[in-house]
């Protein structure tokens, strides 16, 4: 899905943040300038996330079975 980009001056978007994130929250990006100058890009903080599916990689990650065994003395103490 492509996000829609709107542009906004700096001293409209101090009159109407309220607005503007209700615009981000709905999937717009808005990016403020000052003229002709980009100063930032508003964007959602994260996207809505699907349900987790269980079982969608079932069997693409292997563990040995020493994998939780106390990792040897060197590891810690190498390079110290």
């Known amino acids: 899905?492509?996000?829609?980009?709107?542009t906004v001056d700096i001293s409209v978007a101090q009159m109407?943040?309220?607005e503007l994130v209700n615009l981000v929250d709905e999937g717009t990006e808005i990016l403020l300038?000052?003229?002709n100058n980009a100063?930032?890009?508003?964007?959602p903080i994260s996207q809505k996330k699907s349900p987790r599916i269980a079982g969608l990689?079932?069997?693409?990650?292997?563990?040995?079975?020493?994998f939780d065994e106390p990792l040897p003395e060197e590891f810690w103490t190498a390079g110290a």
């Not at 990689?57 to 020493?66: K, P, V, W």
């Open 39 to 43: 100063l930032a890009r508003l964007v």
């Open 16 to 18: 109407s943040l309220q």
């Open 1 to 6: 899905m492509t996000a829609v980009q709107k």
């Open 57 to 66: 990689h079932q069997g693409e990650i292997l563990t040995t079975n020493d």
């Open 33 to 35: 300038t000052d003229g």
